[in-house]
């Protein structure tokens, strides 16, 4: 920023924006919104004292309506919107933060739970592609009754609009075998109401009583 003091705003745009672009794709797997937020707030300051050198007898507001202007409801640093585009320079937090979730306890790739993994990374050797970027589109869960797959669920593919002819992926969606067919007979209370919601490791697939031996007498 300090090099170009003289440039034109639009040559100082395009070469300032590479830089902030691959630092914040090369750390957004683990800066928060915060630094970024932060990172554009020091930004705005250096600019603001780039603009005052370039016009040191000139008023703030005058300065301000020059180099800054609103577009999608906030204040952009960019250059006048011309019948060529407008150049305008990016902020931090337009790079989304990508959080990296740790494996949980002792699983492997290699213990068969087909589910877990494929919700995970979208691919897994034993399951077909399209089951797996479902699964993980959806978060391991089925897109009717919400509740998480298990491994030893039936998972069948069903086409969310009806058309079969449509095949894409934003016309497809993984459910339980059972909900496919209360979604085929338009039976919504098929399920307990309350089941929807619960964590992965606390709710039940199925109500279901368990049978309880008989001791015998000697």
Known sequence: MRQGQDWPQAAFIRKLTPNIR?????????????????????????????????????????????????????EVFATPMTPNGQVRLINHNETPSLFHAKVSGNRSPYDGDWVYWSRRRGHYPTVQTRVATLLKK???????????????????????????????????????????????????????????????????????????SVLKQR
């Open 138 to 212: 959806q978060h391991g869960r089925c897109a009717y009754c919400g509740q998480y797959f298990q491994h030893d669920d039936q998972l069948e593919v069903d086409h969310s609009n009806g058309d079969r002819q449509n095949s894409r992926y934003n016309n497809l969606q993984a459910l339980h075998g059972h909900c496919h067919d209360a979604k085929t007979r338009e039976h919504t209370e098929y399920l307990p109401v309350g089941m929807r919601d619960k964590h992965q490791h606390t709710e039940e697939r199925r109500d279901r009583k368990r049978s309880c």
């Open 22 to 74: 691959g630092w914040t794709n090369y750390y957004h797997t683990w800066i928060s919104q915060a630094t970024f937020s932060r990172l554009d707030h020091l930004i705005w300051v250096k600019l603001r004292r780039w603009a005052y050198r370039r016009h040191p007898h000139t008023s703030a507001t005058w300065i301000h309506n020059r180099y800054w202007h609103r577009r999608d409801s906030r």
